[in-house]
């Protein structure tokens, strides 16, 4: 069975650092785009960017660029989503999921929609 | 980045009609190289992540009954959903996979009247 497998909700403070994960397994996980996505609660989805494992390739919304990192350990099948000082705006869901591989395209192209999802993890920052 | 506007934000269906959820991009999405819209429908109920229901405008993901059927080109775009059944009660999105930010639509909710 393809999956994302995310770890689980966190409760930080501001100004705390924090790393949250997402494994993939049931497919080659270095040959597909990992993107994240962001749900404050009860509000819409907002794309924050995406990773190409095989390269490490990473690609942030304008709005990300700076404020998040994104990682994978290859030998582990898992990409990794870093803050490095977080705000209470950060309080949201946070998915990964998988660009899929468009018919005639290589899954590397980096054009895909969003085919396999992560169950989400909840990260609230406050005081 | 592509803006992606829904349209209604929320509506109600009785149970056995169709349900019509609008989108509309700030610009084109059709990549005239393949005559292809790289436009995608999600579906997410409450709890759950979203699920992938529709690519390049109109093609369904494995799976996915055929009562979801989506048409539309370039800019404007429409999800319908035929004889609607209680489990379709859900927030729906648009997405664009045309330029990177992959923008999403706010979302529509659907319930049953």
């Known amino acids: 069975e393809v999956q994302l497998v995310q770890s689980g909700a966190e409760v930080k403070k501001p100004g705390e650092s924090l790393t949250i994960s997402c494994k993939g397994s049931g497919y080659s996980f270095i040959d597909y785009w990992v993107a994240w996505v962001r749900q404050v609660p009860g509000k819409g989805l907002e794309w924050v960017g995406f990773i190409y494992p095989a390269s490490s390739d990473a690609r942030y919304r304008p709005s990300f660029q700076g404020q998040v990192t994104f990682s994978v350990d290859k030998s582990i099948n898992t990409a990794f989503l870093q803050w490095s000082s977080l705000e209470a705006s950060d309080t949201s869901i946070f998915y990964c999921?998988?660009?899929?591989?468009?018919?005639?395209?290589?899954?590397?192209?980096?054009?895909?929609?969003?085919?396999?999802w992560g169950q989400g993890t909840p990260v609230i920052v406050s005081s | 980045d592509v803006v992606m506007t829904q349209s209604p934000d929320s509506l109600a269906v009785s149970l056995g009609a169709r349900a019509t959820i609008n989108c509309k991009s700030s610009?084109?999405?059709?990549?005239?190289?393949?005559?292809?819209?790289?436009l995608a429908w999600y579906q997410q109920k409450p709890g759950q992540p979203p699920k992938l229901l529709i690519y390049?405008?109109?093609v369904r993901e494995s799976g996915i009954p055929d009562r979801f059927s989506g048409s539309g080109s370039e800019t404007d775009f429409t999800l319908t959903i035929n004889n609607l059944q209680a489990e379709d009660v859900a927030v729906y999105y648009c997405q664009q996979f045309f330029r990177s930010p992959f923008t999403f639509g706010q979302g529509t909710r659907l319930e049953i009247k």
């Open positions: 999921a998988r660009l899929s591989q468009l018919p005639g395209y290589a899954s590397s192209s980096g054009l895909g929609a969003l085919d396999v």
């Open positions: 610009q084109s999405v059709l990549y005239s190289s393949n005559n292809k819209n790289y």
């Open positions: 390049w405008t109109s």
